[in-house]
């Protein structure tokens, strides 16, 4: 797969092309940090046995040859070849010229709005649980579109947790292992609400964030109470387009969220509306006008502005085709990654109780399942 390879300036660099005409530029220091040999790397662990300061950035490659799917390098003053595998290199290209200010999305995430109706499949609860093929399909929508949905679960209380045990594990809040949602309809009984939510993240009053939330359904015999999902990655995009001045606003001051609704509890957190990474990734999207304390961290010259352009992407959010909308039955249940998607629920009636059952938990979990499973299954699509 490796087609030349050549030694660079003056042993600093060792230029790689491939078969399939890629090209690209390894440092020698950053090869050596990355060396697989057994006094850099663990062979068992995989961890790395060396610290930063036993990386010399003036180190020299003296040689560098194709050899066996991949490139034998020697270092200046070690006399043991190192080889590194040809795909891994390749998959680990950096010699690329990325745009510093443009805004971009995290690996293998994909934006959407309301079309996705019409993609987003419901995966099955006895499936996923059986093949592996199938579990796979339901994390990846999970890393793709950060929404997945899920049918055929036993209908009984605690079983949202048994489903989060599926990938990963439970994040227990103040609001207990799981929680219930109940909204009872009763003429007589005005207290529970029935009320519609506008689309939210939920909890940005922590920090961190709880990064998955699953909400499953128990009962839902009501007229309405339609779930809702919004991609608060797209609804950004949308507002940087719209206008910039507005995104930066919200990107470059910190709002501030509250939750002191127990006893014993007043969690809080500083933390802007759309955070985004130092190269232009967006990173998590935290919306929720019920938990938005005082803002004090805007500048008073800038603080009309700022409001405006909270109201701008709330906006953006409520436009009925950014929505996927969807109605729950008991043993169905979805998970949203709570960085990106808001959910929502839309005003219900009539006679009936609605019953969710939910809870937290976080996506590294999710993630290193599906990684493995990757691993385990194959490189064809899932
Ligand atoms: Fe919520």
């Not at 649980?129 to 199938?134: E, I, L, R, S």
């Not at 005082?294 to 352009?309: F, S």
């Not at 009925?320 to 998970?335: D, H, S, W």
Request: net charge negative; hydrophobic share 40%.
């Amino acid at each position: 797969m490796i087609s030349t390879t050549d030694v660079i300036d003056e042993g600093r660099a060792v230029r790689i092309r491939w078969r399939d005409g890629t090209e690209a530029r390894f440092h020698a220091f950053w090869l050596y940090d990355n060396s697989p040999a057994p006094a850099i790397r663990d062979p068992g662990n995989g961890q790395r046995l060396i610290t930063i300061d036993q990386v010399p950035l003036a180190l020299r490659v003296t040689q560098a040859e194709a050899a066996d799917n991949g490139v034998t390098v020697v270092f200046a003053g070690d006399a043991e070849p190192v080889h590194f595998d040809g795909a891994w290199l390749h998959r680990h290209i950096y010699d690329h010229a990325k745009p510093l200010t443009q805004t971009t999305l995290p690996e293998h995430t994909e934006p959407w709005d309301g079309e996705l109706s019409h993609q987003l499949g419901v995966h099955r609860f006895d499936e996923i649980t059986t093949d592996a093929q199938a579990k796979r399909a339901w994390l990846t929508d999970i890393r793709r579109w950060g929404v997945t949905r899920l049918s055929g679960m036993p209908v009984r209380p605690g079983a949202v947790a048994e489903v989060a045990r599926l990938f990963g594990y439970v994040r227990e809040t103040n609001y207990g292992p799981v929680f219930q949602v109940r909204a009872e309809v009763s003429p007589t009984n005005l207290a529970y609400t029935n009320a519609g939510l506008q689309a939210h993240t939920d909890n940005p009053y922590r920090d961190p964030v709880p990064t998955l939330q699953l909400l499953a359904c128990l009962e839902n015999s009501v007229d309405g109470g339609m779930s809702v999902v919004v991609d608060g990655f797209k609804a950004a995009l949308v507002l940087a387009d719209e206008a910039p001045d507005d995104f930066r606003l919200l990107r470059d001051h910190a709002a501030r969220y509250e939750y002191a609704g127990q006893a014993g509890v007043r969690l809080t957190a500083r933390r802007p509306m759309i955070e985004v990474g130092p190269d232009g990734m967006l990173g998590q999207i935290r919306f929720n006008s019920r938990s938005v304390a005082a803002l004090t961290d805007i500048p008073y010259a800038r603080m009309e502005a700022y409001y405006g352009a909270y109201r701008h992407f709330s906006e953006i959010i409520d436009r009925p085709q950014m929505q996927v909308a969807f109605r729950l039955a008991p043993g169905e249940l979805f998970i949203v990654d709570n960085r990106r998607v808001l959910h929502a629920r839309s005003t219900f009636g009539g006679a009936g109780n609605r019953l969710l059952e939910g809870c937290y938990a976080d996506v590294d979990g999710l993630y290193s399942t599906l990684s493995a499973l990757e691993a385990e299954t194959g490189e064809q699509a899932a």
